[in-house]
């Protein structure tokens, strides 16, 4: 790893130009989404263009993140609709009032950074935060596809908008829908074309930009009416972005005349649990993927996110959050230091000032689609698949949550759906009201010092959303680098916002290089495979194994392998392996070990839970996968199936730089095996006939070399006990071959 980057100052000198190279992409993607930000909220274009300068330039001067980038993001756009609709008194000041929300709550904001309660945002329970987000995407997408057919819903109702939707899809204007789809098929296909013309400028660049060339065919400057197979449609001005001709004339000021009245303080809150939730979960997100693993002071980002909000209502702009897209393109395009955000945000004001006039030819529906395409990603399908993966009360929150969301309001959603999730443990733990709340927030907890120098964390009772604070103060003890066991098996009810919050712990306490490990959950029961499910312990007798559990114990008793169900932490010998360099590694289980008879060869099998992704929008998946110790040395290489664009293989490389590694004298292997590494003649030895011929001859698998040992997987999902033997079949075989022994 390279040195850490010079903080202040220094490390403005030292870095300007990574800083501002990486600036400029973030500033092409921010300028889009900042205008349809802010437009989806039913705000001035120039709010959310106000928002991310501010969030640039201000946020940078106070921060505790490194690296990360704020402005507005989608979270407030149903904030802003609410205050809106709650406080339109006809008068036209309705966002005016709405900015004085945003004082308002971003002065909250900072008093709570100033008072060291960032960490207030991980009592929310994580699935009711993700019905949150799922009603935000549902909202999103039902007021823009209006904009993006050309239609138009007068109901206040969300659902009803999208009944109108699909009512009024016969009356949609085609030359408006023309330009959506063209849009949309342009942000699905532009991370899949490998033409380097079309990644000159990010998607929504593209989309902006090749709206304008309709505009001109079909003359949208002048208010007209065009013919389509007969029927006449409406087109001119009024379909076009208006902005005015100076930064000056689109300042707008608060107004906190109805700061005596509920609908405010609805807002004020509604932005302030939303704005305050998001940016924290992202801020842990971001510290993740910073190459140089610095760690934002939570409390401090929280102040500093405070005051940029308040500069930006006090002159028109939306709240400031830290954003994970133009933060992951931040550190992907190579900033070092939190001098880019600063970067972006002025290179924002100098493209919004230069870039007006052409800005004024763009089309309202290309702005609209980009917003229908984030909303349909924050509630599509594949999250509520996740959400029942992670268990069935927790898609009950979820749902729960988004439709109490989708009929009152952000506020009320939120709190319906934490009691909801309380609810649920109360009647899951089994125990009076009083005996609940007895062993949240009385269960004896305690946090132990061995003389070695390790520590055992014993956490007792209920394991909730609502005693996270109090487990964060015992952890919070607990020095880097120093071993730690934490015991659950005293526990009644493990929540899901509680693992959460515990698997983030050890993922940070083995980063400073500690042995951290969970124990104690072998009697307690979940709905889910998911290794962060709820978990309730009806019984202190032994945990009942499943059937397939039962077949692998039986596959070892007749073998003589060794096998444990129980869920194994230690996974660094597994981040050796480049496939979980760039994956997050959770845990674990089903373990399965043994050794071959006559050869110096070792292996195991075991089911893997790992991440994928970051913050809302990580996944986790389960796989079984096989490790062969060769205990010789070996060349780095993976190999895969040839041609698989797009899947899981790719992903791996695609940062490496390799290139496939053909053998002229096998074309069915070349064209079979897509092989890389970083030692071509190195490989070239090793793959001799004999051992080309083996893999030619037999089921493809993923299969990935650390210079040691081989990892070993066939697809993301678990085996059966048959594709199990079939695993150590064929690692026996290929063993043998490598020992230069006859089968």
Request: glycine share 8%; net charge positive; proline share 3%.
């Amino acid at each position: 790893m390279e040195a850490l980057p010079k903080k202040g100052i220094q490390g403005l000198v030292e870095n300007w130009k990574s800083d501002l190279i990486a600036a400029v992409s973030v500033a092409l993607i921010a300028l889009p989404l900042s205008l349809g930000i802010a437009l989806a909220a039913g705000a001035p274009a120039m709010s959310g263009i106000f928002s991310a300068i501010v969030g640039g330039v201000v946020t940078t001067l106070y921060r505790g993140g490194h690296i990360s980038v704020n402005g507005p993001a989608k979270g407030v756009i149903g904030v802003i609709l609410l205050g809106i609709t709650l406080m339109d008194d006809g008068s036209g000041q309705a966002f005016n009032y709405v900015l004085a929300a945003v004082v308002i709550s971003g002065l909250i904001q900072m008093l709570l950074g100033i008072l060291k309660l960032g960490r207030l945002a991980d009592i929310f329970h994580s699935s009711v935060i993700h019905g949150i987000l799922a009603a935000i995407g549902i909202i999103i997408f039902a007021k823009q596809i209006h904009v993006a057919m050309g239609t138009h819903s007068d109901s206040p109702s969300i659902i009803q908008n999208l009944i109108d939707a699909v009512v009024f899809l016969p009356k949609a204007n085609p030359f408006v829908l023309l330009i959506a789809i063209t849009g949309l098929f342009l942000l699905l296909f532009h991370s899949k074309t490998n033409s380097r013309f079309f990644h000159l400028l990010p998607a929504p660049m593209w989309v902006i930009a090749l709206s304008i060339p309709f505009v001109y065919a079909f003359n949208f400057f002048d208010q007209q009416t065009l013919s389509f197979f007969g029927k006449p449609f409406e087109v001119g001005p009024h379909l076009l972005l208006d902005i005015p001709n100076t930064i000056t004339d689109s300042i707008m000021h608060p107004n906190f005349s109805k700061i005596n009245t509920i609908e405010f303080w609805t807002t004020v809150f509604s932005i302030l649990i939303i704005t305050s939730i998001e940016s924290l979960a992202i801020a842990k997100a971001v510290d993740k993927i910073d190459p140089y693993k610095r760690k934002t002071d939570l409390n401090k980002d929280l102040t500093g996110i405070g005051i940029s909000t308040v500069a930006a209502g006090l002159i028109g702009g939306l709240p400031i959050i830290a954003v994970i897209i133009r933060s992951t393109v931040n550190i992907h395009n190579g900033a070092k230091t939190k001098w880019s955000n600063m970067y972006q945000g002025l290179l924002l004001l100098v493209f919004i000032v230069i870039l007006s006039p052409i800005m004024r030819q763009v089309p309202l529906c290309a702005f609209a689609i980009l917003l229908v395409y984030t909303g349909f990603k924050l509630a599509s399908p594949a999250v509520f698949k996740q959400a029942y993966k992670q268990g069935t009360e927790q898609l009950i929150f979820f749902v729960g949550t988004m439709i109490l969301t989708l009929y009152t309001n952000l506020l009320i959603g939120l709190l319906g759906g934490l009691i909801l999730a309380l609810v649920t443990h109360m009647l899951l733990a089994r125990v009076s009201i009083a005996q609940f709340f007895k062993m949240v927030y009385h269960p004896r907890t305690k946090l132990l010092k061995r003389q070695d120098g390790s520590f055992d964390l014993k956490i007792r009772g209920i394991a909730n959303f609502l005693g996270i604070l109090k487990a964060n103060k015992l952890v919070a003890q607990i020095p880097p680098g120093a071993d730690v066991n934490i015991d659950l098996s005293e526990t009644r009810l493990v929540g899901i916002t509680y693992m959460d919050f515990l698997v983030e712990f050890l993922k940070t306490q083995r980063a400073s290089g500690g042995k951290a490990f969970i124990t104690g959950l072998d009697a307690h029961v979940s709905s889910s495979t998911y290794n962060r499910a709820l978990k309730i312990s009806l019984t202190s007798s032994a945990t009942k194994l499943s059937q397939r559990q039962k077949r692998l114990r039986n596959l070892a008793t007749e073998r003589d392998y060794q096998y444990t169900s129980q869920v194994d932490w230690d996974t660094v010998y597994l981040k050796k392996f480049h496939f979980f360099e760039i994956r997050p590694i959770e845990r674990k289980y089903n373990c399965l070990k043994g050794t071959f008879e006559g050869l110096d060869a070792s292996w195991e099998i075991a089911d893997v839970t790992f991440n994928e992704g970051q913050a809302f929008t990580a996944e986790t998946f389960n796989t079984t996968m096989m490790v062969l110790k060769l205990n010789k040395k070996i060349p780095v290489f993976a190999m895969e199936k040839e041609g698989v664009l797009g899947k899981i293989f790719d992903r791996v490389v695609a940062l490496t730089g390799y290139k496939d590694i053909n053998f002229e004298m096998y074309p069915g292997f070349s064209k079979k095996f897509l092989l890389m590494g970083n030692s071509e003649t190195e490989i070239r030895s090793f793959f001799t006939d004999d051992i080309i011929r083996f893999f030619e001859n037999h089921q493809i698998y993923h299969l990935e070399s650390n210079g040691e040992a081989l990892f070993i997987f066939d697809k993301i999902k678990l085996a059966r006990t048959d594709e199990t033997i079939e695993f150590i079949d064929y690692a026996e075989e290929l063993a043998t071959l490598l020992s230069g022994k006859t089968a």
